[in-house]
């Protein structure tokens, strides 16, 4: 419903849209491509996502073992674990792991090839995790890595590496409400905003983001 509807949903204000925009976002232009797919379309895109996020994830083992049986069965494993409490169909849940997937990748290698621009990368990708799932913005912490590692690096390039992080994920999320404004209208946004906002009390956005960074440490 939230993926035929999208624009409804926009225009009617409702907060629990905003908590899930990019997911919803995806689902319309994919049954916009696949008008006639209904429910077994949304279903193959849940699998290109985990496996995808599967995908990925290989990729990152290899970083620290070239034994392929222990990667593939701790992969093996870790499909199971993912997909046991998740609905067989495209979702915000597969939607961030698939970008919170990405972005460890790349904070990874920005550590192995020193690459500013996978730092940058990391970030970018963890802005589009939490506009798939808004708790996601809490995975920003990894970030901190960057102070916490072991690695010889100055503190003046650790801070480097972090603004870089820092400044990927707030280009996302500049870039994923110009998109949305061009699509609907600056004055459809600040509606939904002003719904959205009287629907959950008013600044207890806030709160909900202290929540969320809360229960992640």
């Known amino acids: 419903t939230n993926y ?5 949903f926009l225009n009617d ?42 995908y990925l994830t ?3 083992l ?10 593939l069965f701790g992969l093996f494993f870790g499909e199971v674990f993912l997909t046991r409490y ?10 961030s792991w698939f970008f ?7 904070l990874l290698n920005s550590f ?25 913005i809490a995975s920003m912490c990894i970030g901190l890595l960057y102070f916490m590692s072991d690695n010889v690096m100055s503190r003046k390039k650790k801070w480097k590496f972090f603004f870089y992080f820092i400044a990927g994920i707030n ?4 870039l994923f409400f110009s998109s949305i404004i061009s699509v609907f209208s600056l004055d459809a946004i600040l509606s939904f905003f002003k719904k959205s906002s009287s629907q959950s009390g008013g600044g207890n956005i806030l709160l909900i983001f202290y929540k969320y960074f809360v229960e992640f440490f």
Not at 171 to 174: C, F, I, R
């Open 13 to 54: 204000g409702n907060f629990d849209f905003l908590m899930v925009a990019l997911t919803n976002f995806i689902g319309y232009y994919w049954l916009l491509l696949f008008p006639s797919a209904g429910v077994l379309g949304l279903k193959l895109l849940y699998l290109l996502f985990l496996y995808g996020t599967l």
């Open 100 to 106: 919170l997937t990405f972005s460890i990748l790349y």
């Open 171 to 174: 280009s996302v999320l500049v």
């Open 86 to 95: 998740t609905p067989f169909v495209f979702s915000y849940d597969i939607a």
């Open 58 to 60: 290989w990729l990152i």
């Open 112 to 136: 192995k090839k020193d690459s500013f621009f996978f730092a940058f990368l990391s970030g970018s990708f963890i802005a589009l995790a939490a506009l798939c799932r808004t708790p996601s």
């Open 62 to 71: 290899k970083l620290y073992s070239n034994n392929r049986a222990v990667i």
């Open 4 to 8: 035929r509807f999208f624009k409804d």
